[in-house]
């Protein structure tokens, strides 16, 4: 209410992402939202809420406790797929919710059936088959072992998925790798269909792989960074474009980040700006102090490279980024006053 910065999601371009991807996926796969790690910073709350008006209503998290957050503050729940970690009670808790989860070892598959079995609820798992990112994964043999599980106990499980994940889609220098790893998934899911197993979705694309390697597409993709705007990388989006046009051109950043300015002040030649003698005024100059600092996650490894827009010109950050403040140098931007618009993130004017 008396917040010092806002943060903005828009909706027309978060529907401006969702169709470029849609488009690239085409009609007859599944669309899972990845909103890890808050939303990628956003929110995960307002953005699965944002998310679910404009139609996506699958949503993939880390861990037990992200999912848990979706389930407490939204109602109509939407689907949500635990990737990583969930153990011992919140695997119960999961399965009760109707939550499905990642199985990348005996270990877990066999919590999950002693819980499934408690419940008399089918576990919801989708198995990770290891392809050469060697995180988590089954091997061959693994495979087997767990067929044979889900097999004997097939009134406990609903096999929702068969999935990889690729150490590196956004950049060339990982391509052998990466055909390696594709190569290896296949391999993998010949082992999984002589089990008997027929998993609802067979899954490995993230973003990056969703543009630079469309064969894995396939019937679900894993889709976090491009939803909120950002290219994986500037490769990427090179290879796609066949040249380093604006980002906004195919996907739009849906998150704008303001504050206002809060002081102006003159500083003379020769002075230091903020603490230490981190920054020196090497002529007079005019700065504008912001009200966010690294409290609000505003990097200190912005301290002195940082740059704000105010009147849609560029001010950089002078000095240390303090804990509740930044200073801005304006001093070549014309009639600032208090209480003018500060873009942290996003675009101003031009
Ligand atoms: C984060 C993550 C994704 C999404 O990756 P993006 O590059 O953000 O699209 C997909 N799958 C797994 C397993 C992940 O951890």
Redesign the pocket.
């Known amino acids: 209410m008396f917040e010092s910065s806002v943060i903005e999601i828009s909706k027309s371009a978060l529907e401006t992402n969702l169709k470029f991807l849609r488009q690239r996926i085409g009609p007859n796969t599944t669309y899972c939202s ?1 909103v ?1 790690g808050n939303a990628y910073g956003h929110g995960t709350e307002k953005f699965v809420k944002l998310s679910m008006d404009c139609g996506v209503n699958y949503f ?1 998290v ?1 861990s037990a406790d992200e999912a848990y957050q979706i389930v407490n503050s939204i109602e109509n729940r939407p689907d949500i797929y635990i ?1 990583g970690y969930v153990e011992n009670e919140a695997i119960e808790w999961a399965i009760r919710e109707g939550i499905e989860f990642c199985v990348f070892d005996l270990k877990r598959l066999e919590t999950a059936l002693m819980y499934a079995n408690k419940l008399k609820t089918k576990a919801k798992i989708h198995i990770e088959l290891e392809t050469g990112m060697n995180r988590t994964g089954f091997d061959e043999q693994g495979i087997i072992a767990a067929g044979d599980l889900i097999n004997k106990q097939a009134g406990l499980f609903d096999l929702r998925g068969a999935c990889t ?1 690729f150490a590196g889609a956004e950049s060339m220098a990982n391509n052998f790798r990466v055909a390696q790893q594709i190569g290896n998934f296949y391999k993998s899911m010949l082992i999984v269909s002589r089990t008997g197993l027929k998993p609802t979705y067979q899954h490995m694309a ?3 792989a969703v543009i630079n390697y469309p064969q894995t597409i396939s019937n679900m993709v ?5 939803q909120y705007g950002f290219w ?1 990388n500037a490769e990427t989006l090179i290879r796609y474009s066949g040249d380093r046009e604006r980002t906004n051109k195919y996907i739009k950043r849906i998150i704008t980040w303001k504050s206002k300015v809060m002081s102006i002040k003159k500083v003379k030649k020769g002075e230091f700006i903020g603490y230490g003698t981190a920054y020196l005024a090497h002529q007079h100059m005019t700065i504008a102090v912001i009200p966010i600092g690294y409290a609000h996650g505003y990097s200190r490894n912005l301290s002195n490279t940082g740059k704000v827009l105010i009147h849609g010109a560029e001010a950089t950050v002078i000095g240390i980024v303090n804990m509740n403040a930044i200073t801005v140098d304006i001093s070549h931007i014309d009639a600032v006053e208090k209480g003018d618009e500060v873009i942290l993130i996003g675009t101003q004017k031009e």
């Open positions: 990845v890890k993939a880390y990737m994940h993230c973003s990056a894993r889709v976090g960074i491009m994986p």
